[in-house]
């Protein structure tokens, strides 16, 4: 969902049917937040970085409290408003994509990093949110493998078993598949 672009937030009464049919037939929802790339509110007119704020979300969470969400990007830029969401909502989880290449290694190292010692790394996905630049993938789990900050299990965590519980598929299934297994 990437109603920020139009100036739509996540607690708009029109998105509330999106949001009841999703939770009734248990479908993950991943919600774009947090800011967008440089010269956003330029390039869509409608675009407003205020209905990016994670906190927009509580009224949906509380609704539905079963409904799985993941907020695109770490919600870049309200920091302290997703750490919120994450401490009152299990089931709302963040994924990093395009975020550890679009800025510093230090600069990634710190959103990240402080998610992490806060105790949210069983919540973090990794995202590669290339439409455009497909060659990054490999490059974005190359960084998280050689982040020196993470241990061996975050890192996994990361790259693979968060996903596979937020998504409720099967991991022995998911490492078959991966290793080209029947």
Same mark, same amino acid.
């Given at each position: 969902? +990437?109603?920020?672009?139009?100036?739509?937030?996540?607690? *708009?009464?029109? &998105?509330?049917?999106?949001?009841?049919?999703?939770?009734?037939?248990?479908?993950?929802?991943?919600? /774009? &937040?947090?800011?967008?790339?440089?010269?956003?509110?330029?390039?869509?007119?409608?675009? %407003?970085? +205020?209905?990016?704020?994670?906190? %927009?979300?509580?009224?949906?969470?509380?609704?539905?409290?079963?409904? @799985?969400? +993941?907020?695109? /990007? &770490?919600?870049?830029?309200?920091?302290?408003?997703?750490?919120?969401?994450?401490?009152?909502?299990?089931?709302?989880?963040?994924?990093?994509?395009?975020?550890?290449?679009? /800025?510093?290694?230090?600069?990634?190292?710190?959103?990240?990093?402080? %998610?992490?010692?806060?105790?949210?790394?069983?919540? #973090?996905? /990794?995202?590669? *949110?290339?439409?455009?630049?497909?060659?990054?993938?490999?490059?974005?789990?190359?960084?998280?493998?050689?982040? *020196?900050?993470?241990?061996?299990?975050?890192?996994?965590?990361?790259?693979? +078993?968060?996903?596979?519980?937020?998504?409720?598929? *099967?991991?022995?299934? #998911? @490492?078959? @598949?991966?290793?080209?297994?029947?």
């Amino acid at each position: 969902v +990437s109603n920020q672009y139009v100036g739509i937030g996540p607690d *708009d009464p029109r &998105m509330m049917p999106f949001w009841d049919l999703a939770a009734e037939l248990d479908i993950p929802v991943a919600i /774009h &937040m947090g800011t967008g790339p440089p010269g956003t509110a330029a390039l869509s007119p409608g675009y %407003l970085v +205020s209905k990016g704020n994670p906190l %927009l979300l509580e009224p949906v969470l509380t609704r539905h409290p079963n409904l @799985r969400v +993941s907020i695109m /990007h &770490m919600a870049e830029g309200f920091e302290d408003e997703l750490r919120m969401i994450l401490y009152s909502y299990p089931n709302v989880y963040v994924d990093i994509g395009a975020l550890m290449w679009l /800025h510093t290694e230090r600069d990634f190292e710190r959103m990240l990093g402080g %998610l992490v010692d806060a105790g949210w790394g069983g919540r #973090i996905m /990794h995202g590669s *949110d290339q439409m455009n630049w497909p060659g990054l993938i490999s490059r974005s789990i190359e960084i998280i493998r050689n982040a *020196d900050y993470l241990s061996d299990e975050q890192k996994e965590g990361i790259l693979f +078993s968060n996903a596979v519980r937020f998504l409720k598929l *099967d991991p022995q299934e #998911i @490492r078959r @598949r991966a290793m080209g297994e029947p």
